[in-house]
């Protein structure tokens, strides 16, 4: 069981990247998934997190209107489309789970203590 994140890279603001989080050993469909992102000397942050059902989405409020999260089932892999990027959107990003939860937790999604399966993390860094 793991899941492979990847996609991150160098930017300058303004442009985009897209996240792939990729899922092995199990299949996505019954797994919410949440992007997490930690800059040095900081706690690691909640980004994004979608539900396995319904598809509900949530963001930090940071990056609304800039981030999208979406799934494809039949590729067991979740993006993270970031555009307009700033410098402050610099860190290692993570995917991450929480085994036997389908749905994320609308009030505590942005919880990585909640998650217990987690990616290795990509660079994603920002040029102002």
């Known amino acids: 069981v793991q899941l492979q994140a990847s996609g991150g890279g160098l930017v300058h603001a303004g442009g985009s990247l897209r996240l792939s989080c990729r899922a092995s050993?199990?299949?996505?469909?019954?797994?919410?998934i949440g992007w997490f992102r930690q800059a040095p000397g900081s706690e690691r942050e909640g980004v994004s997190c979608?539900?396995?059902?319904?598809?509900?989405?949530y963001y930090t409020n940071s990056v609304k209107g800039r981030f999208t999260i979406s799934r494809d089932n039949a590729e067991n892999t979740v993006y993270l489309q970031m555009n307009s990027l700033k410098p402050e959107d610099t860190a290692v990003y993570y995917c991450?789970?929480?085994?036997?939860?389908?749905?994320?937790?609308?009030?505590?999604?942005?919880?990585?203590?909640?998650?217990?399966?987690w990616g290795q993390g990509t660079q994603v860094t920002v040029s102002s």
């Open positions: 991450a789970t929480e085994r036997g939860v389908p749905e994320c937790r609308s009030d505590k999604y942005y919880q990585p203590a909640l998650y217990d399966i």
């Open positions: 050993g199990f299949p996505l469909d019954y797994y919410m």
């Open positions: 979608i539900s396995s059902s319904d598809g509900g989405t």
